[in-house]
Structure formats: C-alpha cells, structure tokens
C-alpha cells in the first residue's frame, strides 16, 4: 500500500499487486503480455481507478525460439483503465528489435500507441508505430540488401484480421546506394503493401535503380519496382 489513510472520510490511498501475470501465462488473443505491477487508487472511499504495467510481446519482434516471449522481444508498456472497458497503453520501447521477416532491426518512437478494448468476451489490441528500420540480409530470391535506415510512420499491427495498415514509409535523403550482386542499386521509394486475400502477411514494395558500369559505355542506369 502507499499513502494510506482511514479516517471519518473513508479510506485514502493506493494499493499495489506485484508481480501478478507473466509472460508464459499473459494472453491477449495472440500477443503474450506481463503484468508486472497492478494499482487501486481509492480516494474518501471512492473507487478512483486502475493502473497496471508490465511487457507485451508483438509478434513481428518474436524470434521464434518456442515456448514464453522473451523480454528483448517485448515492449514496456503503462496503462491505465478507461470507461467502456478501454485500456489505453503508452508505450516504452526498451530499445532496437529483430524483426526476422524483414532481415531487418525495428526502432520504435516512444510517441508509439498501443489500444487495448475488451469486446464480446475478447481483448482486441491494436499498436500504431512510428519508427524506423535497418536492414541487412537476404530478402529473398538472392536478393541482399543492406539498406541504413527507412522510417515509417502510423503502422497499424492488430491481433485479429485486417492484421495492419501499412502507414507512411520513407527512405532519408530520398535516394540510398545498395549492394546488390556487384553492382550499384539506388532506393527512391518503399512501401508496405498488402498481399492480395492474405491477412496476415505483407510485402515491402521498392523503386530501384540498378547502376552497371561498363569500361566501353560508363555508366548506365536501369530503374523499376518490386
């Protein structure tokens, strides 16, 4: 307890509950989440409100290692319990993350949302992020990209169908050189699309240049999408 008071008033204070839900045993149709710390505030005998905070996992971040989420795949999050069984999350990213679908690690902003609404027996959460990506990997097809940096802007990920909005994407500085099989391949723009009558998945569609230079004719440029 902290600040308790019981007087002729009623009674005064907060009441706290740690730990209370792991990683392992924390639900949230889909997204594994702790309950670290759990709060009452009571005021004059009056129910003032609820505060909880603790670890949520999104699955973009899993490394696919089985079994509980691990923290450095999760996000530190506050809430607080609003009417009309609304959770609202402010979101405190404990640093860069893996995303392996992408070859790539995610930073995320810390003005990052996460909304948590509990529907017909159900939570339905959605997280909206702002951030940005480095990538270093094979992206399929052969295709090895090491690309610094691209932001990105109002990503929707949900826990239940349509899975995500793809948000605004951009590359700095509007053009960045790329490693591509010996040659030279410029980015002017990328985005994330959806894959046509699949939810859950999504592409990142590009605008590349392809530089070849050859001893006879210089330098030549191809440009095109994927």
């Given at each position: 307890v902290q600040n308790f008071i019981f007087d002729d008033t009623g009674l005064t204070g907060k009441i706290f509950a740690t730990p209370l839900l792991s990683l392992c045993e924390g639900n949230l149709n889909g997204w594994a989440f702790s309950i670290d710390t759990f709060a009452i505030q009571v005021t004059n005998h009056r129910l003032e409100g609820f505060t909880f905070n603790g670890l949520l996992n999104l699955p973009i971040f899993s490394q696919g290692n089985g079994g509980c989420a691990q923290p450095n795949e999760?996000?530190?999050?506050?809430?607080?319990?609003?009417?009309g069984n609304l959770y609202r999350f402010s979101v405190k990213p404990l640093g860069e993350y893996q995303a392996n679908v992408w070859k790539a690690v995610v930073t995320i902003e810390p003005n990052s949302e996460i909304e948590v609404k509990y529907q017909n027996g159900e939570f339905n959460a959605a997280a909206t992020l702002s951030g940005?990506?480095?990538?270093?990997?094979?992206l399929g097809q052969n295709f090895m990209?090491?690309?610094?940096?691209?932001n990105f802007q109002n990503l929707v990920?949900?826990?239940?169908?349509?899975?995500f909005e793809p948000g605004l994407w951009s590359v700095p500085n509007a053009?960045?050189?790329?490693?591509?099989?010996?040659?030279?391949l410029t980015i002017d723009s990328i985005r994330m699309a959806r894959i046509p009558?699949?939810?859950d998945r999504?592409?990142?569609?590009?605008?590349?240049?392809?530089?070849?230079?050859?001893?006879d004719i210089g330098q030549l440029m191809v440009d095109g999408g994927f």
């Open positions: 999760c996000i530190r999050y506050e809430a607080a319990v609003l009417p940005s990506i480095s990538i270093d990997g094979d990209a090491s690309i610094p940096d691209i990920l949900r826990n239940k169908a349509p899975y053009s960045v050189s790329v490693g591509f099989g010996g040659f030279g009558n699949v939810n999504a592409n990142l569609k590009l605008r590349v240049g392809l530089i070849i230079v050859d001893s």
